[in-house]
């Protein structure tokens, strides 16, 4: 499909294991996204892609949370020792261009995470 | 009408209904503001933005009007419909314009 893609779309995990969730951009979208979304809540940020470097890792909640971009395009986000308040929808977005351009992000449907 | 459910507001209309969604922001200096709407198992999908220099803006059955002076932004939708259901967030640019943030979201609920 043209869209933003996620694998997987849903991932029942153990505290402490560890999580990798894939997200597959636009092709030729150079700038991506990953958010994290609680029930109730609007989406939070994590961190932004420009091409293969991470731009701005601000809202990445501790250590454990890492992300990468290798090739600038599929990025994995990678989730250690995992906790119960992990658990959370996983959203990825790309965007064509980035800054004041435009505020339309594409986004994926989301990796559920239930760390139990 | 509007309440508050467990954990998002909630505005419950009728199909044909005109329906108004709306937010404040607490940042006089943010100049640009977008509305999402995320139905039920999906990720967010771009509606509408507006910049700081209009303080109306028209797309198709939707208006997002900005009232600088009380820092508040609403999204009207015409004639609501069924597929209209869905949460509505708005949303701002943060980090030099690197991202955005997200308020809570308000629920809509059309019923036919």
């Known amino acids: 499909g043209a869209g933003v893609s996620q694998t997987p779309s849903n991932k029942v995990t153990e505290k402490g294991k560890y999580v990798e969730l894939r997200c597959d951009p636009i092709?030729?979208?150079?700038?991506l996204y990953w958010y994290r979304q609680s029930l109730g809540q609007g989406p939070e940020f994590l961190i932004y892609?420009?091409?293969?470097?991470?731009?701005?890792d601000s809202g990445l909640p501790n250590d454990r949370f890492f992300a990468v971009r290798p090739e600038g395009s599929v990025s994995t986000l990678k989730i250690q020792r995992t906790e119960r308040g992990d658990s959370a929808v996983y959203l990825c977005?790309?965007?064509?261009?980035?800054?004041?351009?435009?505020?339309?992000?594409?986004f994926g449907e989301g990796s559920r995470l239930t760390v139990l | 009408g509007e309440s508050v459910g467990l954990h998002l507001p909630t505005l419950s209309v009728q199909e044909g209904d005109n329906s108004i969604i709306n937010c404040a922001y607490s940042n006089s200096a943010s100049d640009y503001f977008i509305w999402y709407k995320q139905e039920s198992g999906k990720g967010p999908q771009f509606i509408i933005d507006?910049?700081?220099?209009?303080d109306k803006r028209q797309g198709q059955r939707v208006t997002v009007l900005l009232n600088k002076t009380v820092k508040h932004l609403s999204l009207q939708i015409a004639a609501t419909q069924p597929g209209d259901s869905a949460v509505y967030f708005c949303a701002e640019p943060i980090s030099g314009y690197s991202t955005l943030t997200f308020g809570k979201g308000t629920m809509l609920l059309v019923s036919p």
């Open positions: 507006i910049r700081s220099n209009m």
């Open positions: 892609f420009q091409g293969t470097g991470a731009a701005d």
């Open positions: 092709s030729g979208h150079t700038a």
């Open positions: 977005a790309s965007s064509l261009t980035w800054g004041r351009d435009t505020g339309e992000l594409f």
